[in-house]
């Protein structure tokens, strides 16, 4: 089995768990201890390269979004954090609805619950039964609906939604689009201007190949100026070095969101990841990462032990399987696995394999055949 050169990983082990939490490219470590070194020889003397460094990945992050400008990326923290400014930045009325679905992670779901207190009800279509599960969405929506927010895979089926149907739907209705990006972004073609997303969020550390703690914030301009902010610090105002700023204003880009000083370690590390998926491309990211799982679908689908629990939809297709065994359980079947070098996750009903773009045809025939193997 020969290794993708930026993915050395331990022999023997098979990575399939870019939903949870990837490896990072040797790329990536390089540039973290290069950024370390630089630190304990220089400390900040480099800053200005630093911010150069800053306004690259959020030129990255604009390409992987195609978004219209990058006054339209923040850096936040994490994709719940950026939930939390649209959830607690809406002026909600006692009497809207949400609308979601019923197999939300809980960042899509909990800061939307919290609003009960203010009379916001939290709708949850049931996905499953539906040929077009777009429809169970929209079947909840009444007046009385502020936003839709819905993840754009679902982490624990890889059911993968037409999000340009659903941003039709709200644009003709005038109801506000938020996307949960975390399991597409890194993975396969995203495009806000084509769904017509108001926000879209999502972490760097799962198929963006990036370090946790950092994560893009995208506001479209309009819905933007509709979030009154819950955060306050000296990087979020217009003048942001002028540290005599009196009196202060908001500053005009979306860098509003980013109260304090940026996580200067991660946006090195996480830029120099997203320089890979760039260079390879994300047309051809998406087209290996979903034969990947293509294949581990065919061969759970052949396999007389096996059954696949993830609905495919060759349209709109998405790099996460989920299965079980017919007769031993999942926790079996899991620490089968994982005892044999095979990182997974139990999820859903069953285990996920979530392969990206680097792995190969022969690690996946060899971690179906261990499931199916197990007694």
Known sequence: MQRHPEFPLEQGLIYLNHAAVAPWPK??????????????????????RWLQKERELRQQ????????????????????????????????????????????????????????????????????????????????????????TISSIQFASGLRLDLNKIGEFCKQRNILFCIDAIQSLGCVQFDVQACQADFVMADGHKWMLGP???????????????????????????????????????????????????????????????????????????KKALENAACARELIEQSSRLILLSRHNPAL???????????????????????????CAMRGQG????PHFYNDFEEIHHAIELAHNVI
């Open 212 to 286: 946790e703690g950092l994560g893009v914030f995208y506001s479209r301009p309009e819905a933007r100026e509709r979030l009154r902010l819950t955060q306050y610090g000296w990087h979020m105002i217009a003048d942001t070095h002028n540290y005599e700023n009196k009196p202060w204003s908001i500053h005009p880009t979306a860098q509003r969101f980013e109260c304090g000083s940026p996580n200067m370690l991660g946006i090195h590390a996480w830029s120099a990841s997203l320089s890979l998926l760039l260079e390879t491309g994300m047309q051809e990211v998406e």
């Open 317 to 343: 297709s998405s790099a996460i399987i989920v299965f079980r065994h017919h007769s031993a359980d999942n926790r079996t079947l899991f620490r089968t696995l994982t005892d044999n070098n095979v990182a």
């Open 27 to 48: 790329r990536t470590a390089q540039a973290v201890t290069a950024f370390a070194e630089q630190n304990v020889v220089h400390g900040s003397q480099f800053y200005p």
């Open 61 to 148: 992050l604009q390409q992987l979004l195609n978004a219209p400008s990058t006054e339209d990326i923040a850096l936040v923290k994490n994709t719940s954090e950026a939930l939390s400014f649209v959830a607690y930045g809406l002026p909600w009325r006692a009497g809207d609805n949400i609308v979601s679905s019923n197999e939300e992670f809980p960042s899509n779901r909990i800061p939307w619950q919290s609003l009960s207190d203010q009379g916001v009800e939290f709708r949850e279509a049931d996905l499953n039964p539906c040929t077009e599960p777009e429809d169970a969405l929209f079947a909840l929506v009444d007046h009385h609906t502020r936003l839709i």
């Open 351 to 354: 285990l996920r394999f979530s």
